[in-house]
């Protein structure tokens, strides 16, 4: 399970400047909820979900009163590595505690997904709408 | 021919968001619908169309109630590999049947195609209009 | 000359759809309509303009009710070949031969010279203006 | 079935030199020969083999008495399209196919496949061996 | 642990003749023996070992009379998901489970890892010496 | 300690036109704030401050009265080579700084910070706030 | 000096149209109006500037009656090559003698020049105002 | 007809010294010798041969007492703009011109023809033998 | 001044194996020995060397019984960081200092300079010699 | 004329060993030894040679006694600046040049030239012969 509990934050330095952070992991990855993979070979890899997802994660935000601590952050996303969740679910999930820990002026969660069976995923979420 | 009964969808997990999502094969395969092969190798080829084209499909849409699951999507370009279609068909048709099943408040398909002829051809279409 | 008259059409299979049609190649040239070569090499060339030029042409436009046929249009950049034509003349030259044969909703061409003399030149035109 | 019918040489114009020639498609495609795709859409597809392959082929050779008219190399390329075949065998069969077509000096074959399950596979021969 | 029992073979389709395969991934993930993640985190985080590495292995082999199946060896890959392995074990490990499952006449293998601390690092194995 | 007084301006010798001047340099560096160095290594390497940032710091004005002299603002990056300093402070800084000795119509700051922990990081400032 | 009488125009061919031409050299280089040189080497090279500068020039403008002839332009950039003058100076300058000669719609004049102390440094300027 | 008498030589100015030149062009245009457009367009566009190819050419020399004069090497390959050549013979046909009248140690010639009909072709060949 | 004293080793967990480490460093920073810097500015600046200098640093070695320790090899590099040296007494310093520590079969360092007045420099050495 | 006497060397640090060194300048420029500048424009110019050439300068060598001091190279280089010289003798004028001041064990100097008429030059010299 993601663990919004690792996220902390300290006082935005310049809170009466209105400017953009951007943050990114080309290292993310969870697994797919899916069970993909054949019965013996999962008894063997003791892996709950199904196959390994990867992921580049790209945030952008105006920061009000905190910013987010860079390492608990890279904590944060370890927090998915062993946990099966959607592409779409994921991407949200991380916009949704974000949001809820540094209460950001605006912010944008992009989840750019390796290719799987051919396809790539690029999901793309932005709080608050419109 | 193209085969929108492959495609299937799941619920929009955070339908109560507007966000965006972005899928891109670089295996997209159909035919010529025009016959560029020579009888006697037409014959041994067993291809109803002619010459193979290549494309790179990229769709991007804002889900409404339902999501297009990835898996389907994948057979469902699939079902083009064996079907003389012209370019500007196949990527309106592409759009027609993707709106059909999971009806997003907007979608794009670009049609990316290799080069014929020392010309390369990109289409682009939106849904809705305007 | 350019020969406006190998330009082809077709009826747009999407005609009730307001799209955009990207088409570009890398294989232009022409010659330079100043005499750059010196007699004797003139003489054993027999080029009646001066020294090549190559350039990449870029096309967009949105299609009303024809399509410009592919092959078509690459027999109508092949007729500049041996024709001498000042870039600026070329690339205006092909919007109004295109826009003459398929009526579209809206057209741009690039020209996207090599250099020449250490430079590089590109010129974009438009139709309709505004 | 790959059709080595198909392909036609033609008397190489400098056979009295030793020279190098290089040809490379990044449009091939087969099918991978194991079932992959569950069976109602199988149906559907109507696809022999299983999920689509895609790959670039390089071929090298030092031709002899004849050359490989590229052409039909083109249409030999095509006869994989629908068989399912693997990796392995596609490479080294269309070794074999040149060679005793061409009856080359030397000739290497690359097939460069794209991503599988997060893999990519090259696969390189060479005849004769060395 | 990193579990070779993962890994299957197939025979080899061409064993007469010498020919070369390589095999690369860019999804290699496994954990640094060494704890570096507090206590607090570490907890929530049920890692037994310390934080992620990432890494893109690449496998050059020349088969003998067995190659290496591609989905187990996808497989034997994850089960270094959650193990606490240095760089130059993982590496010289990964050469020695498929020496062992395949027999090749000859095998290479590189670990590219991600930078770390502004180090980049890369280790490279072969089998047999010299 | 960054050092403002090392900066200097010269008159705008266009200074009725509007303009814009980029500035950009892939060579800043600071000291992380945060101890991160062992005891004894840190004794030996006498940084009074943690382990060393870098960044490409890349800086868009437009001028008013006063341009920046290339050479000082040089020097003034050359001012937090020792310094422990937080990103944001580190951009804001810069920002606020370069605005009081040039009272430019409009500035921006981006500081594109190396990767660390497998985070990038890019702190973008404005001013006046837009 | 800079030499605005090389500059030479050819009416626009396509006076009616609004439309647009860019123009680029990578090949401009001038000299640094501060003697950056010691003395027995300035002596020795005989330039009456400093240091060699070296930028890329792009100029973009919709013309009016007239267009720049791209070999006078060529010659034009040649007069700054053993001038002393500062970027923002040469810049500045082009704009003005390129208005002045041709008397386009609008125009942009951008000086990308080489990275020097470790500092790059782009000036773009734009007529009319606004 | 390729015109060889265009090649000029001058004396090597360094002829005791074994040193080696790469001239490149990338704008090298012939025509196929085989009929490929329709008698309507062939009869507008007055194309002896068929569809122009286009190829970068590639000299690779160590001279003797003669160098290749450039601008003569860029006439010559203007002679080939309307010829109808197979590359096999266009490339070694360069050789035996180049070869005769510049008398090197050793020379090759590489053409790297462009896409036709999704193949790729690259003919290198080498004076002298071995 | 450097400090080997901060280089760690561990057992080669493979020894008996013949096999190569590469490790990278892009954020390598020392000071040139000549002072560069004016007078006030240097007082200010308190570094007691002159202008910064910025390189990348790639080393190879085989390893015999010790392996270099990661992290200290980045404490090793800070310690150049406010050091006043020349490339070449940099480049075969750190050899020398990392030959003495781990004792490997053979080693190589490059150090690839950023750009100083136009020129780039690269310093490649070597152990042992031959 | 280039200037020899501006070059200066400094006793090579660590003359025991036999290690590489290369510089690089991609600014290096003379011009052509041809008139090709029209009168009018020749005499506003006031260049005595013909159009500026552009290069990329590659030296690699193995120092003996001595090593070239990086600035005096710089400052050798703009000798050239308004010099008329042959690319073939420039290059090997450099090569003469560098050897006689430093005695290296061995030398390369590579010239890169840019495009002129749609022709790239490469010219590498090395000294001792092979």
Redesign the interface.
């Known amino acids: 399970m993601p ?1 919004p ?2 996220l902390e934050t300290f006082p ?3 809170a009466d ?11 993310f ?1 969870s697994l797919c909820p899916l069970g993909g ?1 054949e019965s013996d ?1 999962a008894e ?4 709950e979900g199904g ?2 997802d ?1 992921a580049t994660i790209r945030i952008t935000y105006r920061p009000a009163a905190k ?1 987010i601590e ?2 608990s ?3 944060y996303f ?2 998915f ?2 946990d099966g969740i ?1 592409y ?2 994921a ?2 999930r991380i916009l949704d505690d974000l949001v809820a820990v540094c209460a950001p002026k605006q912010m944008t969660v992009v989840g750019d997904f ?13 709080w608050p ?2």
Chains 1, 2, 3, 4, 5, 6, 7, 8, 9, 10 share one sequence.
């Open positions: 663990k509990q690792l935005n330095p310049y400047r209105d400017y953009e952070i951007f943050m990114e992991t080309t290292e990855t993979i070979a063997l890899l003791l892996l196959a390994p990867f910013c860079a390492k952050l890279k904590l370890w927090s590595r062993n959607f779409e679910r991407v949200n390796n290719v799987r069976g051919g396809l790539k995923s690029v999901i793309s979420v932005r709408q419109g």
